[in-house]
């Protein structure tokens, strides 16, 4: 039966495809209707995920079949809490990302603006449907058709440069399909169900050395997009980009479905029971904290400010990716609080970015020297944005990495917990050049400058038009309202909490957590928090 949560479901998956469709078929003879089509399909889809929030709160069922194949093999579709809160960040980034673009495209006179916005729609259409696939055969079709999708994207300025890096980017995502492939198929072989469970679904039903190489598969699978080096080197690539794809790459889509997709086979479809006897769960930390460490060292080397951030975003995908790993309900939580609190200040970094390089066509950290007093509002938004990836306290950022250090311990991994609260000061020590860059250094002379006039027209405040400005400055505050406001705080953590405790059962929900109240006093008892009760 056909009812409102239905259409809402249907809604939040295919509204952006539907506007790419548009965009394709509209937008030759009169660009602007690329843009009309796209707020168009990223508001409807927004509205979807709220209605679909809305009635997950309420209880409600949301699941949805399209198309059955086989017993147990179906194209379906659920919101739970794990895919609400990815879904619903795709959403909100992908409006911002839209009023930055149009913007970003004028300043930068580029090129193939249809082709742009319609898989710009498609790629975050992707991401939802991965966001809210209720098996492993829905969620490989999505996370295919996310790579199709972005392909176009990372080649769009089709430069030499730009060839190499789409060329890296579709064989390193391939090799994940396949073996995300192999994976999918293997699970259905031996269970007769790729249905994502709370828990997983695997427990006795292989030996095992089979259930380690099925592990190897699924997760090198979807760890390619989560960038968990060694498979990184095509994040870094992909830089070549415009500056809102950049932000679609490290924010809203690909890397957030990779890591979004180790989350589901490490919770969904394994299950603590299942990797309780493996080993490899143990070694997939390792490469996590390998990559935290290598990859904050690596980013200290970098010069180019997009470079610099992509090896920011490659090691705080490893932070979610561990959370998940450690098996533990804080640290699933933690995982999903990381999520949100990265894809808020990575994308306001990255619209940061691309506002320096539209208005003044900087892109060396060098050349952002006293860029504090002509782009206040830019830099004051990369400012907030940093110190919440610092884990500062009073952002979001600190909420996530508190969650993840406390998993840490919670699994017995003090060690891991010392080094994540280390890795926050290797954060500082690659962002903070960049912020007193902006505020403490002066910019030179301009050696081209004819006279003194010259100089100060050159040296008066002009920061980006305003709609550059509008989204990296509400993507700021939203940074700053998930580290502050209780009820949002509350909202998240509940999610975080029903996703935690379906995974790892009620026995092992933390009681002690110190969440706030919408009145600002602590609440110890979590049943107290609206929409929190399993």
Known sequence: MVTSDTLWLLLSVFAPAAGALLIALNAATRPIRA???????????LLGTIQLFAGFQAGRDLSLTLVTFAPGL?????????????????????????????GYVRDNALKHRPRYYACFAASVGAAVGVALSANLLTFLLFYEALTLATYPLVLH???????RAARRYLAFALTGGVLLTLATVWVYALTGSVTFTPGGFLQGSAAPGVL???FL??????????????????????MVAPSPVSA?????????????????????????????????????????????????????????????LAYSTIVHLSYIVFGAALLTHRGFSGAMLHMVSHGLAKITLFLCAGAI??????????QLKGLGRK?????????????????????????????????ALDAGETVYALILVGASLLTAAYLLPIIRAFYFEKAPARPDAEDSKDAEAEDAPRDARLALRIPLIATAALVILFGTVPAIINAQYGLAHIASTDIFGEQAAPRDEAIFSTDGHSVPDLDAIPGVTP
């Open 212 to 214: 380690g190489a099925l």
């Open 248 to 308: 679609l790459l490290h924010a809203v889509a690909v890397v957030k479905a990779g890591v979004f997709g180790c989350m589901r086979i490490l919770g969904f479809v394994f299950g603590p029971e299942s990797l309780a006897g493996l080993t490899w769960p143990s070694v997939l930390l390792a490469f996590c904290i390998a990559t935290i460490l290598i990859g904050s060292v690596i980013a200290l080397r970098q010069q180019n400010l997009k470079r610099r």
């Open 357 to 366: 390089y539209a208005t003044y066509h900087h892109t060396e950290i060098g």
């Open 35 to 45: 843009e009309f089509w796209s707020f168009v399909a990223a508001g409807l889809t």
């Open 157 to 163: 300025k089709e430069t030499p440069e730009a060839a």
């Open 74 to 102: 179906d194209l379906s579709f659920r919101a739970d809490a794990l895919g609400l809160t990815f879904a619903l960040l795709a959403s909100v980034l992908w409006l911002f990302t839209t009023l930055f673009s149009t």
């Open 217 to 238: 598969c699924a997760i090198i699978g979807t760890g390619i997009k989560a960038a968990v080096m060694p498979f990184h080197s095509w994040l870094p690539a992909a």
């Open 375 to 407: 782009m206040p509002w830019t830099c004051a938004a990369f400012t907030i944005a940093s110190l919440s990836l610092m884990g500062v306290p009073g952002l979001a950022g600190f909420v996530s990495k508190l969650f993840l250090a406390r998993g």
